[in-house]
């Protein structure tokens, strides 16, 4: 008797938990928008590479101008 009753009581604990995680929200709103440093534009919006020249791998001079409208892959690392 005591276990059907400790039973109903867990049952109902879990289900009343369920109702609330429901029915509360599952993020929390940001009180304001983050600023973005200087040269970053959110997402959807567009901005141009900045122009640049860089030796390739056999030492002949590449321009960004000359990338533009290609897919390019920056591969770079840094030591701190």
């Known amino acids: 008797m005591i276990r059907q009753r400790e039973a109903r009581l867990c049952l109902g604990l879990f289900v009343l938990l369920g109702f609330f995680l429901t029915l509360s929200p599952l993020r929390i709103p940001a009180a304001d ?18 122009v640049f020249e860089l030796p390739d791998p056999d030492g002949q001079p590449v321009r960004s101008e000359d990338l533009r409208g290609k897919v390019i892959v920056v591969r770079f690392w840094a030591t701190w």
């Open 33 to 50: 928008s983050p600023q973005l440093p200087e040269g970053l534009a959110p997402p959807g919006q567009l901005t141009p590479m900045p």
